[in-house]
């Protein structure tokens, strides 16, 4: 349902390395869960296509310049994937490094900046025997320095929880039963959290139906497709203080 837009190649183009101490910095973990890593390799660039979820967004908080990542794969490998940011607003991603399980260091990131986190399913030159199946990503933004609003990162922008929607047939019979599946990709201590799917009446959104989230984040409404057209979402109402509200992309789905 959801496109991503494609990743330039990180090589290429003098990715950002060193060892950045972060001593005495204010630190900030943010973590997010693909269950389908993302198209292409670190090497070739790539993205995310319908029904994968592997390009994680990331943002950076306010006065956060240092960014490590960790990806924990389900099945215990190793794997490869690039980091990457809009320098330059056209749309596609051009600065970053790239990632063979974890950085080694802290990496240079901008502050208050979308970094997308792209998890390959392939193995890249620089890491050449990695695999990715499903699991989480885990990074750590630092200040790089004692000040900026003391420990733990405060004064960073609440994050997202990154809710998501996906529907089975945006195209069904009039009077079929379609699935609508919402998730959560920040799942942490979100399982057992509640969740609307909510569909679009004029202007505004009205909550359809709401369930709570499973251990994965995930639920499943059915859908009786007794309209013609209509646009759905998921909506996460906030329900703890390290996230705001979440709301995912809509979908709209057509009958015949």
Partial sequence: MHMRRALVLLAAIGLVTGSISSAGAAERVFESRY??????????GGGCVAGADGCESMPSGAGEILMSVEIIDDAGGTVSASASWDTDGDGISDTGFNICGKTADFESVPPSTDITVFVYASPSSGCPDAVATAGVVKATFSTGSSGGGGGGGGGAVLGSPKAGLGIKDTTPKKGA?????????????????????????????KKFAQKKLNAKCRVVFQVVANFKKATFRSFWPKQDKDHRAGKSKPVTVTTH
């Fill in 35 to 44: 269950e389908n890593p993302a198209a292409g390799s670190a090497d070739a």
């Fill in 177 to 205: 039963t379609t699935q609508a599946t919402a998730t959560l990709k920040v799942c942490g201590d979100h399982a057992g959290t509640k969740i609307q799917l909510q569909k679009k009446s004029g202007k505004t959104w």
